[in-house]
């Protein structure tokens, strides 16, 4: 990891502040290659895997040019998926909490129109979203962008591969010739090389390694018989007994018929695949990342731009498609210098798809038996997430929720996990054996004055 700090960089106060504050010291790779290519005011390709840190990277770029007293559409970031635009509008909204009065907007299909739209005339600093609903907006002019700074593309080979491209050339016509344009991509196919010399001037580029070293991961590679598929799975996650594991399917159907599976076995299981609402994404990524779900079976809309902290096991229910997809999947675990596992089941028909695996990583696949464990019923997940239906809306903000927890003879403060409050909604995480007492404690009180609903998701 790269040993130099973000001291050294030109960044304005408010942003050195609150990166100690925050615990960022230290750049990573291809924040100490990519921020002075920024900052100087060049367009950028950045080519580095999923945990990089590059939304750090371009996101502490643009919060430097950043003026607050100008309320137009200043920089504009593209993402493949709604998951990873709301990642990173968190993050930047993380990295510009000491500049007074930053707007970040989130506009991702799958949500209402009439609410951007609304949002989008009070005015806003940064827009995030995905590439079909920015150009329904600027089709319906809702969205202006002639006074556009910088224009980010992020994961700009999954909107590719996602079949985005004519969105994006159509974004790219509504903005200003003279801006600064920033590409980051893990992968650097031609298709990429064609969009780059269509939309960057004079280009940097740069490319660095992600943050899992080669060692850091352990593979291992398991034949299964297809009838016994489900149960190497239960003895697998018997056996690591992971606070937080990803288990990934080739399909949708799969990813619904073992989330129930799962859940019959015992385990706390949540799916994430394209069919869900938005409140339905937002609830199961709010209880994995909270630790309230142990395991969370997903397609491969979530093997890039989810960003899981202290990721445990990565499972491939089945090979990957393509062996560039495996290396976006077990690149989940076994980052920031962490070690992570990551197993891969695979059936006699499936065994020729571990030749391109061991090609693309340089690896010899050995195959090992399953290990043995037994389902005795005390894998739980350490917390439980409550819900309660008042949000920002009735201006809730986290504290006021953490107060009513900890207040008089109430929990401690240990006992309280995340908090992440939505419109309508916010969502607490608090130690599974003080769920009751914590239901009880808010459903008898107030928050801000006023009664709420609560209850335990299960």
Not at 403 to 424: C, P, S, W
Request: include cysteine; charge should be neutral; hydrophobic fraction near 40%.
């Amino acid at each position: 990891m790269s040993q130099h700090p973000f001291s050294v960089l030109p960044l304005r106060a408010e942003l050195l502040d609150n990166l100690a504050s925050l615990d960022y010291h230290l750049m990573t790779p291809i924040q100490h290659e990519s921020l002075p290519v920024i900052l100087d005011g060049k367009d950028l390709i950045a080519q580095g895997r999923t945990g990089s840190g590059k939304t750090a990277a371009f996101g502490l770029g643009v919060l430097q040019q950043l003026d607050p007293t100008r309320f137009h559409v200043q920089v504009l970031v593209l993402c493949p998926t709604r998951e990873l635009a709301d990642q990173v509008a968190q993050e930047l909204r993380r990295l510009a909490r000491q500049i007074p009065n930053v707007k970040t907007l989130t506009l991702c299909g799958g949500q209402p129109l009439g609410p951007q739209i609304g949002s989008l005339e009070h005015g806003a600093h940064i827009v995030v979203g995905t590439p079909g609903r920015l150009e329904e907006h600027l089709r319906k002019g809702t969205l202006k962008l002639d006074r556009l700074q910088v224009l980010v593309l992020d994961e700009a080979d999954r909107m590719l591969e996602m079949g985005f491209q004519a969105a994006v050339d159509a974004i790219v016509d509504q903005t200003p010739a003279k801006r600064q344009s920033l590409l980051f991509s893990a992968t650097y196919p031609r298709e990429i090389e064609d969009i780059a010399s269509r939309i960057l001037t004079n280009p940097v580029r740069v490319e660095v390694a992600s943050l899992h070293q080669s060692g850091s991961i352990r593979q291992h590679f398991h034949r299964v018989a297809e009838e016994e598929r489900q149960a190497a799975l239960t003895a697998l996650l018997y056996h690591y007994r992971p606070v937080s594991a990803v288990v990934f399917c080739n399909t949708k159907q799969e990813v619904r018929d073992l989330e129930s599976f799962l859940q019959q076995e015992g385990i706390a299981a949540v799916a994430l695949h394209g069919d869900l609402d938005q409140r339905q994404r937002d609830q199961t990524l709010v209880r994995f990342s909270n630790q309230s779900a142990s395991v969370l079976v997903a397609t491969d809309v979530a093997a890039r731009g989810l960003d899981i902290e202290g990721l445990d096991l990565v499972v491939n229910y089945r090979p990957a498609k393509e062996s560039q997809v495996h290396v976006h999947r077990i690149g989940r675990t076994g980052r920031a210098g962490q070690s992570g596992v990551a197993v891969t089941l695979f059936s006699d028909r499936e065994g020729h798809k571990l030749a391109g695996i061991e090609a693309q990583l340089d690896i010899i696949a050995t195959e090992e038996p399953l290990p043995a464990a037994r389902a005795d019923g005390s894998y739980r997940p350490p917390m439980a997430t409550l819900q309660l239906d008042i949000g920002k809306k009735q201006k809730i903000r986290p504290g006021d929720v953490l107060g009513a927890l900890t207040g008089g003879e109430g929990l401690q403060g240990d006992e309280v996990g995340k908090i992440r409050v939505f419109d309508f909604c916010t969502y607490v995480a608090v130690s599974r054996p003080v769920a009751k007492e914590a239901v009880r404690k808010l459903s008898q009180g107030k928050i801000k004055g006023r009664s709420c609903r609560v209850r335990q998701l299960r």
